[in-house]
């Protein structure tokens, strides 16, 4: 076990993709950070534009992220061992040469050159904040001058009453998705990701995660998407 939590080793990492009929916008919040990506590096003279992927997971995002240009290359890293072999599978349709998974802890990893871009989704909320502060200064300086930066996660609204409807919001989708499937173990588990999220000491909130990007030494800090419990922020290295 290292210092990252390895939170997906049970039945929400065998079951992962279930997740995505809970998460009704999931699709739309893909296509959003695809967009993204494609219109950051539209104008690039790159023959090459690397960009790195913290928590592939199955590979969803890191599919994305590869169709928004024929030119990136995806270095993805997942600490779990189940996600890097689904990924791997999931990506063959691929050249090779376009992606690379590496099962590794997200501080281990180092980038040989520094890297054109940096996209990650639903896996920074789910390390605690001190973590996550290293982590994000661990980013800034695998990134080159002027990288773009973009995550698609769990940014919990700074007002309590907005956080409170959004958090109701997501617990009685996991009620009504996973009782219709009847699947009471993935219902009882997910629910239990969601409140351990939801701990002071992990708890991602936009104005602090704001903060801690600007500490980190990102600029140009945005949120251009925002559904429910989500939200994409964007940034750039300075």
């Not at 939590?5 to 998460?23: C, Q, T």
């Not at 072999?85 to 520094?114: F, G, K, T």
Request: with cysteine; aromatic share 10%.
């Amino acid at each position: 076990m290292t210092d990252q939590e390895r939170r997906f080793s049970g039945l929400a990492g065998s079951d992962y993709e279930r997740i995505i009929e809970a998460v009704p916008y999931f699709h739309e919040i893909q296509e959003e950070l695809g967009k993204i990506v494609k219109e950051a590096f539209r104008d690039s003279d790159e023959g090459w534009i690397r960009i790195d992927e913290m928590g592939c997971g199955t590979g969803i995002t890191t599919r994305v992220i590869l169709e928004a240009d024929p030119r990136i290359q995806v270095t993805a890293v997942d600490n779990e061992r189940m996600m890097v072999v689904n990924a791997r599978s999931n990506l063959r349709v691929y050249p090779l040469h376009r992606w690379e998974v590496i099962q590794a802890d997200a501080l281990e990893y180092m980038p040989a050159i520094c890297s054109d871009g940096f996209a990650s989704a639903n896996t920074l909320h789910n390390f605690n904040k001190e973590y996550r502060r290293k982590y994000l200064s661990h980013v800034q300086r695998c990134l080159a001058p002027g990288a773009l930066f973009v995550n698609a996660d769990k940014y919990a609204y700074d007002d309590p009453e907005q956080f409170k409807e959004t958090l109701s919001w997501q617990l009685k989708q996991y009620v009504e998705v996973f009782s219709r499937m009847d699947r009471f173990d993935l219902l009882r588990e997910w629910s239990e990701h969601e409140m351990y999220d939801k701990q002071s000491h992990v708890i991602m909130r936009q104005g602090e995660a704001i903060k801690d990007m600007e500490d980190a030494g990102f600029t140009d800090i945005q949120v251009p998407y925002r559904n429910q419990m989500h939200a994409i922020l964007t940034a750039r290295k300075k």
